[in-house]
Every structure is written in structure tokens, then in C-alpha cells.
């Protein structure tokens, strides 16, 4: 018989992963805010997609959702963690097991497969039978602030954590890989919920234009509700014809104002 999992160190697995998961939302939100809206708000106003600032209610509720987001991440982390340890899982360990050119690539997959899972089941929980159980809270936030980058209701808190046991049983990663990936995922969230465009103007007339996400397309799909589904990259919306009419549109007028 295999020995039954000790109930301390669950607990203690799960404070870690909260621990963890909670200092990194805020240390990169906490950078964001501080930049955005403290340091250089003065400077950078006229990069401020919607011009206003996020109230202060919709920065509490931000951070309570947040919070409860945190939990949930943690649950479905430990609980990841503990059926990886009996039915096995594709971390490893020793770099030598696979190579430095997989260490790389897995990252770079990892990202795309993340990507696609964002843009479908994102899309998804915009149907009308859907949204209310599990994306109205995120969309609370009309003019989003680097604060709500975690503010989901818990089904979609639930969701976005499945990128981890999904990756866990799938893809062959270094732990370390993988800590790469969140900081990437984390980074690119924030940046996309801080509110200011930082792309230059001319980004979008370039092919990396049509390839990757800007703050812009997700601010924009915050406050009109539908189009721009996407999350790193714009190839989903630009295939399956989801962009807001008006995204290039207000690209260019954010990155022009003088």
C-alpha cells in the first residue's frame, strides 16, 4: 500500500504555493502601479489608453477577487503536485535528461499552447449562458488597472489554473522552465491590465504588429466587451475574425496623441 499523503505537509504545500503565488501578483502588479500611476503617471498620460484614472472601488475589488484567485491557484496547484506523485508527471529534473535546446523550446511551447487555451476558453466563457458564472467579474473592471490582472470569479480562477496540471501532464518542462513561463505569463498579464500603451506607433504597420497582443487590444476588449480574445499573440483573433473593428483604429490614436 502506498503511505497516505500527511496532512501537515499539504498544508504547508499549500501556504508555500500561496505564499509564492501572491508575492509574485504583487510584486509585478505592485512595479506596475507604482510606475503607471505614482512615479511617471504625469509623464505617461498621454500613453493612458482611457483617460482616467481606475476608482478606488474598483482597485479594493480588484485585489479582494484577487485574493480569492490566489486561493483557488493553490488548490488546484497542491492538488496537481499530489495526483503528479501517483500517477506520474513530465517534470523533470536534470537538464541532462533532455538538453539546453529543450529547456528553451519548452518555454517557447508552452507559451503557445497557453495562448490557445487562453483565446478558446476565454471565448468561451463569453457566451450568454456562461459569462455570468464565470467572466462577469473580470469584466467589472471597464477601465482595468495592473490590479486586475487576478481579479477573476472563482470557475475562472479555476480555469486559468488549468494551465498547470494541463502542462504538468503533458509537456516535458524543468521546474525552472516553467518558473520562466509565469514570469512571463504574470509580466504580460500586468502589462496588459496596466491601462498604458508602451508600443511605438509605427508597431502596427509591421508584421510583429499583426503577431502579438498589445495593451491596447485588451483594454479595448475591457471596456467594449466583445472582440480581442486573445492573450499574448493576435493570431487567433486575426484568424478566426474576432478583433475589434476599431483595434488598429485606436491603436493608432493612443500612440499619436501629442
Not at 507559451?111 to 459569462?131: A, G, Q, S
Not at 522552465?177 to 508600443?199: K, P, R, S
Not at 510583429?208 to 492573450?231: A, C, D, S
Request: glycine share 4%.
Amino acid at each position: 500500500m502506498k503511505p497516505k499523503p500527511n496532512l501537515p505537509n499539504l498544508t504547508e504545500m499549500f501556504i508555500g504555493i500561496a505564499v509564492e503565488q501572491w508575492l509574485r501578483y504583487a510584486l509585478f502588479a505592485g512595479i506596475a502601479w507604482l510606475l503607471a500611476y505614482v512615479f511617471f503617471k504625469k509623464r505617461w498620460w498621454r500613453r493612458k489608453i482611457i483617460q482616467r484614472d481606475p476608482t478606488s472601488a474598483d482597485v479594493w475589488r480588484e485585489l479582494r477577487w484577487s485574493l480569492l484567485t490566489v486561493v483557488i491557484y493553490s488548490l488546484v496547484g497542491t492538488t496537481t503536485i499530489l495526483v503528479s506523485k501517483t500517477t506520474g508527471q513530465k517534470f523533470y529534473w536534470k537538464i541532462g535528461s533532455h538538453s539546453w535546446l529543450w529547456f528553451f523550446s519548452s518555454i517557447v511551447i508552452a507559451i503557445f499552447i497557453h495562448d490557445t487555451y487562453f483565446y478558446w476558453t476565454h471565448r468561451l466563457m463569453h457566451h450568454r449562458r456562461l459569462f455570468r458564472w464565470f467572466h462577469r467579474v473580470h469584466h467589472q473592471s471597464t477601465n482595468p488597472s495592473p490590479w486586475a490582472a487576478y481579479s477573476f470569479a472563482p470557475l475562472e480562477a479555476a480555469v486559468q489554473a488549468a494551465i498547470f496540471p494541463l502542462l504538468v501532464f503533458t509537456l516535458p518542462m524543468h521546474p525552472f522552465a516553467f518558473l520562466i513561463f509565469m514570469i512571463w505569463q504574470i509580466t504580460f498579464n500586468v502589462l496588459g491590465h496596466m491601462g498604458y500603451e508602451y508600443h511605438p506607433h509605427w508597431l502596427m504597420k509591421s508584421w510583429i504588429g499583426k503577431f502579438i497582443n498589445t495593451p491596447t487590444n485588451h483594454v479595448q476588449h475591457h471596456e467594449k466587451m466583445r472582440g480581442n480574445y486573445g492573450l499574448y499573440f493576435n493570431y487567433w483573433d486575426r484568424l478566426m475574425g474576432t478583433n475589434h473593428p476599431d483595434y488598429e483604429a485606436r491603436f493608432h490614436e493612443v500612440t499619436t496623441r501629442s
